[in-house]
């Protein structure tokens, strides 16, 4: 069943488009990651799917009768407790909680949805999307704000939907495992891969390539046609005048960059480092008597290592990164930072 129909669709920004010409079918079974850079459009092409923008030009046709559930960027949930809110929109009562356990929030079903952080009302929206009954899951950054065992569930979750899925995420995993086609976003133009993540990587790839070979081949023209200008061009009749011209406009003109990814590789910049970066010896930290966050943690990082920090919500990740960064002090232990660390 085909449940949206996008035919040369374009949304422009003052100054600049946003996208240009998109054209994409979404049919029950597809599964298709929308990446880009910030700003190139990727929610504001979700609302175009959804209806909620229309086009600037182009059409949309959507299937008739094909429900709809998504994921907003910013939710807005209705009034009442975060249970309630799952509950009106689930075919099965008894999905709303499982659903929100895996989500990490079993201990706010009964919160109030207008007392939640950004976080906490982003999984309760995911949560609605997840349960309701749809033919097709639009789903905006779903991963964020969630730990990792419920990135794995969510994973699982989405690999077992029988819809059409249309996911905008940074997450490489998530969009290699959920994921057959990729629609890349870049600077107003749009690229649609087959094959999931793997085949954005070398369809990029490969228009990386053209993008180089052609620059070379320009580059090579023009040291011809300069050659051929210092040496004095002949009177100018409408022939080499007309050469000229085109000499001109090919050492002025420069081949557009190659693409950028939205998911952009991490490069860190950093004067010198000493060997050693930081210690943690038998650190631990709790609030105001409450529980320890954790204890005993024992850490040595030189300036060769790359540290990933993972755990459920709540268990002190952001916290030890302050306690490294020495905007909080321990509990116990000491935290030794090198001298050369800035």
């Known amino acids: 069943m085909i449940c ?7 949304m422009t920004r003052p100054g600049r488009p946003l996208f240009t010409d998109v054209s994409l079918t979404l049919s029950t079974g597809d599964r298709l990651g929308i990446v880009g850079l910030n700003g190139t459009g990727k929610s504001t092409l979700l609302s175009v799917l959804t209806g909620e923008v229309a086009p600037e030009s182009g059409a949309v046709r959507r299937g008739r009768d094909v429900r709809i559930a998504t994921l907003p960027q910013r939710p807005v949930l209705p009034t009442g407790s975060v249970l309630s809110a799952v509950e009106a929109v689930a075919e099965r009562d008894w999905e709303a909680a499982a659903v929100l356990d895996h989500l990490g929030m079993a201990s706010l079903t009964d919160a109030d949805t207008g007392r939640l952080s950004g976080g906490q009302a982003k999984r309760v929206a995911l949560a609605r999307a997840l349960v309701a009954p749809s033919d097709l899951l639009i789903l905006d950054e779903p991963t964020n704000h969630l730990d990792i065992d419920a990135i794995a569930w969510l994973e699982d979750r989405l690999d077992s939907y029988r819809g059409g899925l249309v996911l905008v995420t940074h997450d490489r995993h998530v969009l290699d495992r959920v994921t057959n086609r990729v629609l890349e976003l870049d600077r107003g133009r749009s690229y649609l891969h ?3 993540y793997a085949g954005y990587l070398e369809g990029r ?4 390539e053209q993008a180089i070979s052609q620059e070379s081949t320009r580059k090579n023209l023009a040291r011809k046609e300069l050659a051929w200008l210092r040496r004095g061009a002949p009177a100018r009749t409408s022939k080499p005048k007309a050469r000229i011209d085109a000499a001109t406009t090919l050492i002025e003109t420069r081949a557009e960059p190659a693409a950028r ?17 930081v210690d943690l010896i038998d650190v631990s930290f709790n609030h105001d008597g409450a529980p320890p966050l954790f204890s005993g943690v024992e850490l040595m990082l030189d300036n060769r290592e790359r540290l990933g920090l993972i755990g459920p919500n709540g268990a002190g990740k952001s916290t030890l990164l302050d306690l490294i960064a020495g905007r909080r002090s321990p509990t116990t232990g000491t935290i030794d930072v090198g001298s050369t660390v800035r």
């Open 194 to 196: 087959d094959g999931g």
């Open 4 to 10: 949206v129909d996008v035919d040369r669709v374009t």
């Open 205 to 208: 790839a490969l228009r990386e």
């Open 261 to 277: 990814s939205g998911i952009p590789d991490l490069w860190f910049g950093t004067p010198r480092l000493g060997d050693k970066v």
